[in-house]
C-alpha cells in the first residue's frame, strides 16, 4: 500500500511497524532499509525526494538515510541533483533506454553490463559493476555514469591514463 502525506505529497511505501523492525537481526535491517529507502526515491521519481522528506515520513533516521542513498548513488542505482547548498534530492537512475550487450561481460575476474540511460536531465551511459553471489547471481557493486555528450573525452581520458600508467606513447 502506497500512502501520500497532505502537507509534503511524498508517497510513501507501507513500512512495518517500528517495534517490529528494531527486532530484525541487523543483516536483515538493512536490507530492509536499503529496499525502503530504494522505494521512497522510486515513488517519487517525478520531482525527487529529500533526505528530510524521508525522514519526517518514517521512522529512519537521516544518519541512516544519508548512508543508504550514498552506497546507491556508488551503486549507479540512484542520482542526485543539488536544489541549493542545503537541498540535495534523489531520483531513480532513469530509464533503461537500450542495453549495450546481452550479456555480461567478464573482464579481468569483473561482470560489467553497460546501458544507455535517459531522465530528465539528459541522456547518459551507465557502466555497472557486479559481482557473483554465492547463489550463482548478480548484485549491483559498483557504477559509473557518464553523460552521453561527454563519451569521446572520457574514452580520452581512459587512453590517456592507461598510456602515462604504462609508459606508453
Known amino acids: 500500500m502506497v500512502t501520500m502525506t497532505d502537507s509534503t505529497k511524498v508517497k510513501t511505501p507501507e513500512l512495518i511497524l517500528y517495534k517490529e523492525w528494531r527486532k530484525y537481526p541487523p543483516k536483515m535491517r538493512e536490507r530492509y532499509n536499503v529496499e525502503k529507502i530504494k522505494e521512497f526515491v522510486g515513488l517519487n521519481k517525478e520531482k525527487g525526494i529529500t533526505v528530510n522528506a524521508i525522514e519526517g515520513n518514517s521512522y529512519f533516521d537521516r544518519h541512516l538515510i544519508s548512508h543508504v542513498l550514498k552506497m546507491l548513488l556508488a551503486k549507479g542505482e540512484v542520482y542526485s541533483h543539488n536544489i541549493d547548498s542545503k537541498t540535495t534530492m534523489y531520483f ?11 550479456t555480461n561481460v567478464e573482464i579481468g575476474g569483473k561482470f560489467y553490463s553497460v546501458y544507455k540511460l535517459k531522465n530528465q536531465f539528459g541522456h547518459y551511459i551507465y557502466i555497472q559493476e557486479k559481482r557473483r553471489t554465492p547463489l550463482e547471481s548478480f548484485e549491483v557493486s559498483g557504477g559509473l555514469i557518464i553523460p552521453t555528450e561527454s563519451k569521446q573525452g572520457f574514452l580520452r581520458f581512459l587512453e590517456e591514463s592507461f598510456k602515462n600508467e604504462h609508459g606508453d606513447k
Open 92 to 102: 531513480p537512475n532513469g530509464n533503461v533506454v537500450d542495453s549495450i550487450g546481452e
